[in-house]
């Protein structure tokens, strides 16, 4: 269903109607600004990101699944971060209200929301072509945040689950065959942000990032950051069994470091200690004083150039 209904009324029916829960948030929707209490001791850390019809989802994309994906790439920048998230605003431009639309949208975003007990305590609503833009926000101990620039040479490099996998879900919706195609679909219709695993890794890592452009771009930040190179290890990349028989039928072996939408957490661990990592880590590389990203595969070592999805190139 379609209609004319105002902003307000919109903001109140499908969003204002989840009163905000978290200690941090004394004021939520309602006035023309939130009202935030950050405890003494703590950093905030702040994240963006937009997503635009028909450049990060299809025209046809479910609103439930895309509504979980908006907010998901935003927690996932946090768990980067190492910050718990306890608040989001988000911004709405429609071209048109469509109610059916909004409430399996509203219904996908608040339920990630509550399962990560964050508040969405403001925003926009606006007329245009589909965007949606959400700023998240979270708490890291001072000095607590982990970040891109610190790996160093001896770290070993991991991963927090297995990547390709939404690449392979966006090859099949643009129309390749896959005789099991549901966890890759999955994958890229409604990742899951690793935020206990960023708050686990507060305490272990040297540098993190998450995997939105690809493996070997995302790394690629994390070794100009931090000045150092890396090398790769082929064989223990964790390749779900789809993804691998894709590599194996179409020799494209570098779609699983190359194709974005991963939202698995890399980063780097000291080699000289032996934490506690999250279920799923899969060590795949080490941490070297030369330059450039290069990765050992099938008796050779190949330069891999830091190449995944980028704007305006």
């Not at 109610?99 to 399996?104: F, I, S, T």
């Not at 297995?162 to 999955?186: H, R, V, W």
């Not at 942000?193 to 771009?217: K, Y």
Request: aromatic share 8%; net charge negative; glycine share 10%.
């Amino acid at each position: 269903m379609s209609g004319t209904i105002a902003e307000f009324d919109l903001i109140q029916r499908y969003f204002a109607v989840h009163a905000p829960r978290h200690p941090f948030n004394q004021l939520g929707i309602g006035d023309d600004c939130a009202l935030i209490n950050i405890p003494a001791g703590f950093q905030l850390a702040l994240t963006t990101d937009t997503m635009v019809e028909n450049v990060h989802f299809f025209a046809d994309a479910d609103p439930e699944s895309l509504g979980h994906k908006l907010l998901a790439v935003n927690l996932s920048d946090l768990a980067a971060m190492g910050a718990e998230p306890f608040a989001v605003t988000l911004a709405l431009t429609l071209p048109k209200v469509d109610e059916c639309w909004l409430r399996a949208f509203s219904n996908g975003f608040m339920a990630l929301a509550r399962q990560h007990k964050v508040d969405l305590i403001g925003g926009d609503t606006t007329s245009g072509p589909l965007t949606l833009t959400v700023q998240a926000m979270g708490v890291v101990p001072l000095g607590g945040a982990l970040l891109r620039s610190g790996a160093k040479v001896g770290d070993r490099i991991y991963v927090s689950g297995p990547i390709g996998d939404a690449g392979l879900g966006l090859k099949i919706k643009q129309g390749y065959i896959c005789n099991a195609p549901e966890q890759a679909l999955n994958a890229f219709n409604k990742p899951l942000p690793r935020v206990d695993e960023g708050l686990v890794l507060r305490d272990v890592a040297n540098a993190c990032i998450d995997i939105s452009d690809g493996l070997a771009a995302d790394l690629g930040h994390i070794l100009e950051r931090s000045g150092v190179g890396a090398c790769l290890q082929w064989k223990c990349l964790p390749l779900s069994a789809e993804v691998f028989d894709y590599v194996e039928n179409s020799g494209d072996w570098r779609m699983p470091l190359t194709a974005g939408d991963d939202y698995e957490l890399c980063f780097t661990v000291p080699s000289d200690s032996s934490p506690q990592l999250p279920a799923g880590c899969r060590c795949i590389g080490v941490i070297e004083a030369e330059s450039g990203l290069r990765i050992e595969r099938a008796g050779r070592l190949e330069s891999l150039g830091a190449t995944g999805f980028e704007h305006f190139s």
